[in-house]
Every structure is written in structure tokens, then in C-alpha cells.
């Protein structure tokens, strides 16, 4: 029943060392988000995909890259993480880009930076 | 710009009382809004959304909320909560002309039996 699955759902990683999170959708949608959320605070979005243009938002470091090789899988890379990444990274989905549609989340991938 | 502020950090309940959650949006146009409910560790939820039209909406799990264009805000509220409702609740706010949605910070709710 899953509709947007987010592997793995906790990851530790050593300070620097590059690490991917992944998320896959079964509902066909346009466009696919990665959120950071860290502790008691809101999600924060760090870009989108609408298909396969890629939309960054100004103030996402370019320490996070993201790729999305087809229309089910997007991939969030750290390149170098640090301390303060540590975070929950949260993936969503919606059918069209417009606001006005309904976001589907994902379980989120909670990262440890050690 | 766009903003949304969730005034109450941390609510407390009992099993069976009423509640309502805050949410006050800031957009010069007409805004989307959404509540989500985010459970320990786990991704969001859509509760229940505004677009247009009647501006009471019904969500799932017995929650509603109250678009009050007047006061710029959209409360959420439930008449009898249960301890499974105890979780984080967060506002957003969306528009026609923007891809994203802003989140409030959340109001985390806890349930006492």
C-alpha cells in the first residue's frame, strides 16, 4: 500500500563521507520534493523535481545534489555532510506542481552525521 | 512574502476534550492551507485542505477546520480528542502561483488518558 517508500529509513554516516538517500513512488506523479526537517522545526524545502526539470531553492547548500533517472525514483546525494546535517530528509510527491494539489509523503530517512 | 505561524508550541489535552489548534497565515492573495499530522519518526499526513468554497472543511480522524479570512487564519479543531491524536500538527499555505508550500513551525500535541 505504500505510495512513497524512503530507504533507508535511518542512516548513520561518518562526517564527509558521501551519502545517498532514496525515495521511490508508485503513484505516477509529476513531481517529486526533498524536505529537510531537524528536530522541532518545520520541514524545510531543499528542492523539486517537476518531471525531470530540477528546481533548487536559493538557499539549499551545494553540499546537496539531487537526481531523479526516471519518473518512480529520485535520489538525495550529501556529497560531504557534516555535523549539522543531521536531520530527518523527508520525500514527497504530488501530481502536478501547483501548490493547490495534495503532497504525499514518505516515512522520511532519519540521517546520524558521526 | 509568505508565512504561516503556528503560535502554540506544545499543547496539552485530556483524552476526550475538545481542541483546537492554532494556525495564522500571512499571503496577499487567496491562500491553499493544509494541516498535517507528523507521527514520532514518521513522514506527514494530509488532515484536511482549503481551496475555495464552504470554509469549514472536513478532514479525516474527526478533524475539521475553519478558514476566517478576516482574522487570516485557519484553525483546526476536533471535539473529542483521543490518545492516538497525539502527535505534531503542521499549518502550510500554498498559492496558485508557487510550486511549494511553506510549513509552520508545528504544535506538538500530547494526550493524557
Known amino acids: 500500500d505504500a505510495m512513497v517508500i524512503q530507504n533507508p529509513r535511518y542512516q548513520v554516516t561518518q562526517f564527509g563521507k558521501p551519502v545517498t538517500l532514496s525515495c521511490s513512488q508508485t503513484l505516477n506523479h509529476n513531481v517529486m520534493y526533498w524536505y529537510q526537517q531537524k528536530s522541532s522545526q518545520a520541514p524545510k524545502l531543499l528542492f523539486h523535481y517537476y518531471d525531470k526539470d530540477f528546481n533548487n531553492e536559493a538557499d539549499t547548500p551545494d553540499n546537496f545534489q539531487s537526481r531523479r533517472p526516471n519518473t518512480s525514483f529520485c535520489f538525495l546525494d550529501i556529497r560531504s555532510p557534516g555535523l549539522g546535517d543531521a536531520a530527518m530528509y523527508l520525500c514527497a510527491t504530488s501530481r502536478d506542481r501547483a501548490a493547490n494539489t495534495e503532497a504525499f509523503f514518505g516515512q522520511g530517512t532519519r540521517l546520524t552525521v558521526v | 512574502a509568505q508565512s504561516v505561524t503556528q503560535p502554540d508550541i506544545h499543547i496539552t489535552v485530556s483524552e476526550g476534550a475538545s481542541l483546537e489548534l492554532r494556525c495564522n497565515y500571512s499571503?496577499?492573495?487567496?491562500?491553499?492551507l493544509f494541516w498535517y499530522v507528523q507521527s514520532p519518526g514518521q513522514g506527514l499526513q494530509l488532515l484536511l485542505k482549503y481551496f475555495s468554497g464552504d470554509t469549514l472543511v472536513q478532514g479525516i480522524k474527526g478533524f475539521e477546520a475553519e478558514f476566517k479570512r478576516s482574522q487570516s487564519s485557519f484553525n483546526l479543531r476536533k471535539p473529542s480528542v483521543h490518545w492516538s491524536d497525539a502527535a505534531e500538527y503542521f499549518c502550510a499555505v500554498g498559492s496558485y502561483n508557487t510550486d511549494k508550500l511553506i510549513f509552520g513551525t508545528g504544535t506538538r500535541l500530547q494526550v493524557f488518558p
Open positions: 499571503y496577499g492573495a487567496t491562500p491553499y
